[in-house]
């Protein structure tokens, strides 16, 4: 199953981080969002991420313009009807996944692989809402894809084995280290990462440390290259309360619990760095 054309779904942090190493990689890239106006913002961030990789002497202006001239863009899920590959980055919510899924279903080849970035959903509740179950999987991108180059492919009961090799061999395209895992809530990275973080919030509600004296602790401490509440914001602060809900809900463990504080936090839309203000105060994402 060769892949050459990629599709992404969602123009934001991941999707966008998304389409630029898919691009970098020499693929041609199709990204769709709602409207135009979220789009502009995905490629102004691939263009930013681009200008300090060759201020740093990474690439070339020529590496620049070829990577930017790789990425189209639309608004018309009809237009991924010739893709090889979908990867889905949108909200982390199962109905919409399945939704969006079901719609690429009746649009796209019948040859065509959809994965999902998902960070705690099922695949497998993802792939029964199409006529290709087996032909659906994860492909977990670490936020920012640009900078931790590492996937892990989720294979649900229903992948078939050729499709869970396509998709590694196309991932080792990328520059990704990659790696295997079975469809259970948080996957392998979550279930490490996740619990942590939940952990530090716990912390601070708790009045143990400071903010910053958390964060020290990981970073000074333990070589972490940030600290986990600063990761919080930048991952934002709603996507890990829902991946935390998504996944307490499924198993009942109490290491998923989402702390008060972090729900508190998000009904006050402090979400971190897209919104200005999360444990730390940032300029907000024009």
């Not at 054309?5 to 942090?13: A, E, I, Q, R």
């Not at 969006?100 to 509740?125: K, M, P, Q, V, Y």
């Not at 869970?164 to 061999?169: E, G, L, N, Q, V």
């Amino acid at each position: 199953m060769q892949i050459n054309k990629v599709g992404v779904v969602g123009c934001g942090l991941m999707g966008s981080g998304i389409c630029q190493v898919c691009a970098e990689a020499g693929y041609e890239v199709l990204v769709y969002d709602l409207t135009q106006e979220l789009i502009n913002k995905g490629l102004a961030r691939v263009k930013k991420v681009l200008s300090r990789m060759t201020a740093r002497g990474e690439i070339s202006e020529r590496d620049v313009h070829n990577i930017v001239r790789r990425i189209n863009y639309t608004t018309e899920l009809r237009d991924f009807h010739d893709r090889d590959l979908i990867i889905e980055a949108i909200i982390e919510k199962i109905e919409p996944k399945r939704q969006l899924f079901s719609r690429l279903d009746e649009i796209c080849n019948e040859s065509a692989i959809f994965a999902s970035n998902t960070s705690s959903l099922s695949i497998i509740d993802m792939a029964a809402a199409t006529k290709r179950v087996e032909k659906v999987l994860g492909i977990h991108f670490i936020a920012p894809p640009t900078l931790f180059r590492v996937v892990e492919i989720v294979r649900s009961v229903a992948t078939s084995d050729i499709v869970i090799d396509s998709a590694r061999k196309f991932c080792e395209s990328l520059g990704m280290s990659v790696f295997v895992t079975q469809d259970f809530p948080g996957f392998v990275m979550n279930n490490i990462q996740i619990p942590m973080l939940l952990q530090a919030v716990r912390i601070l509600e708790r009045g143990l440390a400071t903010k910053e004296e958390i964060d020290l602790v990981m970073t000074k401490g333990m070589g972490h290259r940030i600290g986990p509440l600063a990761l919080l914001d930048y991952v934002g602060l709603d996507v890990v309360l829902s991946m935390s809900q998504n996944i307490y809900e499924e198993t009942k463990d109490m290491v998923w619990a989402p702390p008060l504080l972090l729900k508190k936090m998000v009904a006050a839309g402090w979400l971190g760095r897209k919104t200005g203000r999360g444990f730390y105060e940032y300029a907000k994402e024009s």
